[in-house]
């Protein structure tokens, strides 16, 4: 497949809200079925050793007319919320046995509620998560939130889940990480070879297919990425963060594109990355997956970090490993985890001499030629600037 084919076949996916790649999936063999997942991290392995397909629900985008949503919840917290009520009330996720919703914030927490009264027939589960990193603390709580989920999944396809089914799927999901891990590398090197609203497409398609498939797709465009040659520019390299629950519209990541930012990190659709190394497949397997959040994990603004002196470690990381000159922060209106947080990582740029600039906007946000500036103001400044 060329380029072209792989990325006009993840902008289809992109755009059919009604998810019908999830019902087909579903409809090729009698008794399938399929559990949805809100940003930012579940343990999918356990819903793919369950032999069902995780499917990412990431709210309606720009493409969703809100009209239910804003009944159930006020006009002063982020957009995704409401889009997803709307999609739930629409019929849209018809297809779905049954959704978790992680600790993200008060926010899901509360939408995880609103489901349990709107959809009694289905699966519901607010996925918790440990609040420290002791093994013994920690990984005791954790390792019985994965337990239940694991229990509660057998119990509703019908059979118990194995230790050796979960090894399988930890192995799968291995194999995907390291997947976009090389898509991530070969982004950073060669930015203009793999657009990132390209990259941003393929991610959003292993959303709704199942994992193997997406594998292949990531190593398919790498591969034929590598045989086209696209015109290099003199862009600013930049490292957008803030984007890990409420996702900006594709017309935003373009823009940042034209603005003369090509981005060389990011944290979209952070549940593809959140585990950093691969997670053993020896041993018991819960445990491994605990121990692989607790101390081989991604930092986050939604995920607690009990020593403040980390505050920024992570995103210094990021922009150093990358080759980033600067950083772009862009969160979603109301995102009470992103913008408190943007001070103190702002900080902990300002001490290394990183140089910044920040914006919101909401999903479905349409007006983009103020960012559009912003981010081209802020490219031309690191070029005229930086030495």
Known sequence: MTVQE??????????????????????????????????????????????????GIFGGGDQLEVIHGDAYYQSYICRIPRSTIELGLTGRLDSLDGM????????????SGMWQLLFKDKYVRYFDVPQTYRDDIAGTF???????????????VGRPISDDDLRQSIAVYNDNRKAIAALYQYRAERPWQAPTSELYLLLRAGMVLPVEEHSQLLRDYVAAAAEEERPRRDNCRVVVNGVFCEQPPLGLIKSLELAG????????????????????????PLENLSKAF????????????????DKGKFLIEQVRSSGA????FAAPSFCDPALLDRPMLQEALNKVDIPFTAFKYAENTGQLQAIREQAGTFADSIKLWSA
């Open 325 to 328: 000159e600067g950083v772009i």
């Open 294 to 309: 607790l101390h081989h994990s991604a930092a986050t603004s939604a995920k607690f970090e009990p020593d403040k002196a």
């Open 100 to 111: 978790l919703f992680p600790s993200i914030c008060d926010v899901i927490r509360n939408l």
């Open 6 to 55: 792989i990325v006009d076949r993840c902008q289809a996916l992109f755009d059919d809200l009604d998810f019908n790649a999830v019902k087909d999936w579903k409809a090729a063999e009698p008794g399938r079925k399929a559990i949805g997942y809100l940003p930012i991290y579940v343990p999918r392995e356990i819903i793919h050793a369950a032999g069902m397909l995780p499917v």
């Open 261 to 284: 930012c090509y981005v060389v990190d990011d944290d979209f659709l952070l549940i593809t990355r959140w585990l950093l190394d691969d997670v053993p497949t020896a041993g018991d």
């Open 142 to 156: 954790y390792i019985h939130e994965l337990q239940s989920l694991r229990d509660d999944l057998g119990e509703l």
